[in-house]
Nanobody
């Protein structure tokens, strides 16, 4: 499945952004989906995941209660609503798909979008 992420940008701390990820090639309904991020000089880290089917979700502690992951399989799309953004949220955000029910592990994901830059100024 091919993934295309969008919605990043430059925002001030405290503001919100909504990232989108649209799939082509195959339906997303058979995949677990997730968002990861990578800041300069750091490893790629887990942000949020949502299960295939009924929506089980998981979040990194650093974004819990601020970010919300959702999916719309009728639109073949994945979303990440980010609120109360902080400078430490600055990173390239990647959407990813895995042929499993649910996972938060980066090595389970084998389809990746190209990334969208999120920059949060203080």
């Amino acid at each position: 499945v091919q993934l295309q992420a969008s919605g990043g940008g430059l925002v001030q701390a405290g503001n919100s952004l909504r990232l989108s990820c649209v799939a082509s090639g195959r339906t997303l309904s058979t995949y677990a989906l997730a968002w990861f991020r990578q800041a300069p000089g750091k490893e790629r880290e887990f942000v949020a995941a949502i299960s295939r089917g009924p929506g089980m979700t998981s979040y990194a502690d650093s974004v819990k209660a601020r970010f919300t992951i959702s999916r719309d399989d009728t639109k073949n799309a994945l979303y990440l609503q980010m609120t109360s953004l902080k400078p430490e949220d600055t990173a390239v955000y990647y959407c990813a798909a895995a042929g499993v029910m649910f996972s938060t592990q980066v090595n389970k994901y084998d389809s990746w979008g190209q990334g969208t830059q999120v920059t949060v100024s203080s």
